[in-house]
């Protein structure tokens, strides 16, 4: 069993960036992970993937803005967002998967206005 623990969100302007991180309570070897969000009134989506070799998966709205990667040393897994747009808005949660069993974090708020 794995913990997550997000932060990083926060309030920012139309265009700009924000780092996102999940602190894991242990390894996470082995672990698929992920990010979601969920914007009010709308179903959960997954905006960043990254499996146990650490390969990137993206949707089509993420890719070329949207960056994930895995600290396996520091059981961390970062998302970096660029040029936000209001759209983007949402609770951000982090997400492992390993043998079916899966985990979420409590979620960080991410809002995008101007």
């Known amino acids: 069993q794995v913990q997550l623990v997000e932060s990083g969100g926060g309030s920012v302007q139309p265009g700009e960036s924000l780092t996102l991180s999940c602190q894991a309570s242990?390894?996470?070897?082995?672990?698929?992970m992920a990010w979601y969000r969920q914007a009010p009134g709308k179903t959960r989506e997954q905006v960043a993937g990254?499996?146990?070799?650490?390969?990137?998966i993206y949707p089509e709205s993420a890719k070329g803005r949207f960056t994930i990667s895995r600290d396996w040393a520091k059981y961390t897994v970062s998302l970096v967002m660029n040029n936000l747009n209001p759209e983007d808005t949402a609770v951000y949660y982090c997400?492992?998967?390993?043998?079916?069993?899966?985990?979420w974090g409590q979620g960080t708020q991410v809002t995008v206005s101007s």
């Open positions: 997400y492992a998967r390993r043998n079916g069993a899966e985990y």
């Open positions: 990254i499996t146990g070799t650490a390969s990137p």
């Open positions: 242990g390894s996470t070897f082995g672990y698929f």
